[in-house]
Structure formats: C-alpha cells, structure tokens
C-alpha cells in the first residue's frame, strides 16, 4: 500500500474518533494502532533484513497487513528460513494472503519434519479453498495426533467436498478432543457446501 492511501485511511480513522458511537471510537482506536505499526515497506524490508528475531517476526505480519504481489518474496524467503518462528509466521501471513503463486510453496511445507510446521501449512492452505487439495491433505486425517487430523479436518471442511463425510464422522471418535471438535466443525461446513 502506498503511503498515500495510507494516509487516506489514517485521516479517516482519525476522524472516526471523534464519532458519537463508543464502538466505533473503540474500532478506529484499535486500527490507528494497527496501523502506527507498518511503516513504508522499505522500512518493513529492512527490519525483516536486520531487526532481531521478534522484529523479524512483526515485520512479517506487517507485510501481511500491506499484502500485494511485492510481498510474495519476502515472504516466501522467510518460509524457507530455518527458525521455526519466522517460517511459521511466513506460512501464517502467506496463507491468510491467499495469493495462487504461493499455494505450491505453501504445500511443500507439508514435508517439513516438525509437526507444528506442517499443521500451519495445512491451516494456510484452508484460504486457498482448492479442491485439487484433498488428495494432499487426505493422509493428515489419520495422523491421530489431535495436532495434524485436526488441522486436516478444519481445511477439508472449508473445502467442502462431500465425499469426505464418512472420514469426518469417523474422527468424532477420535481420542483428541481437538480432532473431534474439528471434525465436527467440519461437518457442520460440509452441510454448507
């Protein structure tokens, strides 16, 4: 986002502050802070390049809140990064971008060997609402895990392929209470599809 159109939603909250509703006083407060926090993307670039760790971290989720394709690298170089953090944060903001020339990247992630890494990609992947995905995401289901089944769950529920009804039901007897919740999620989103 430019600094103009950044400007032109920062006079518009500010404006908003002086509303007569409290929530919306309440809401524009809580975006000019949210806002105070992205710089220029330059700026944004540099921290990612030289900030420490938790600079890194909340420079990554600022390129989220600016999006746009010039974004997509930065991020994609972070996903490739080995702290785990920083990958998990990428993967996070990735997903929640949605953007098609990441979804590959995004899948491959799904080989990585720490668990909680694999869960984030297959949580991002739930924004991408690709149904050539449910043969990717299939074998989660049996993770048994309460970590990965459920996450698997979630996004083929959002998918929303009928076909997966009988594996959704099955994992209500799942002795994860997160799998069994989101198996239920799940179905519940199926009967929306």
Same mark, same amino acid.
């Given at each position: 986002?430019?600094?103009? @159109?950044?400007?032109?939603?920062?006079?518009?909250?500010?404006?908003?502050?002086?509303?007569?509703?409290?929530?919306?006083?309440?809401? @524009?407060?809580?975006? /000019?802070?949210?806002?105070? =926090?992205? =710089?220029?993307?330059?700026?944004?670039?540099?921290?990612?390049?030289?900030?420490?760790?938790?600079?890194?971290?909340?420079?990554?989720? %600022?390129?989220?809140?600016?999006?746009?394709?010039?974004?997509?690298?930065?991020?994609?170089?972070?996903?490739?990064?080995?702290?785990?953090?920083?990958?998990? %944060? %990428?993967?996070?903001?990735?997903?929640?971008?949605?953007?098609?020339?990441?979804?590959?990247?995004?899948?491959?992630?799904?080989?990585?060997?720490?668990? @909680?890494?694999?869960?984030?990609?297959?949580?991002?992947?739930?924004?991408?609402?690709?149904?050539?995905?449910?043969?990717?995401?299939?074998?989660?289901?049996?993770?048994?895990?309460?970590?990965?089944?459920?996450?698997? @769950?979630?996004?083929?529920?959002?998918? =929303?392929?009928?076909?997966?009804?009988?594996?959704?039901?099955? /994992?209500?007897?799942?002795?994860?209470?997160?799998?069994?919740?989101?198996?239920?999620?799940?179905? =519940?989103?199926?009967?929306?599809?």
């Amino acid at each position: 986002m430019d600094s103009k @159109a950044l400007n032109k939603r920062r006079q518009a909250l500010i404006a908003a502050l002086k509303d007569s509703s409290e929530a919306v006083r309440a809401a @524009a407060a809580h975006s /000019l802070e949210c806002l105070e =926090g992205l =710089g220029s993307r330059e700026e944004i670039l540099d921290l990612l390049k030289k900030g420490n760790r938790s600079a890194k971290i909340k420079a990554i989720y %600022a390129l989220g809140q600016l999006g746009g394709e010039k974004a997509i690298p930065p991020l994609l170089y972070c996903i490739s990064r080995p702290e785990e953090d920083i990958k998990s %944060a %990428a993967i996070e903001v990735l997903g929640k971008l949605a953007n098609p020339s990441t979804l590959m990247p995004l899948v491959d992630k799904l080989k990585e060997p720490n668990s @909680a890494i694999r869960a984030k990609a297959i949580a991002a992947l739930a924004n991408f609402r690709d149904p050539s995905l449910v043969p990717i995401l299939l074998p989660f289901l049996d993770a048994g895990d309460g970590l990965l089944d459920a996450e698997a @769950a979630r996004t083929l529920g959002l998918i =929303g392929n009928l076909q997966l009804e009988e594996r959704l039901i099955s /994992l209500m007897q799942s002795p994860h209470a997160a799998t069994r919740e989101a198996a239920a999620s799940a179905l =519940g989103r199926l009967a929306l599809s």
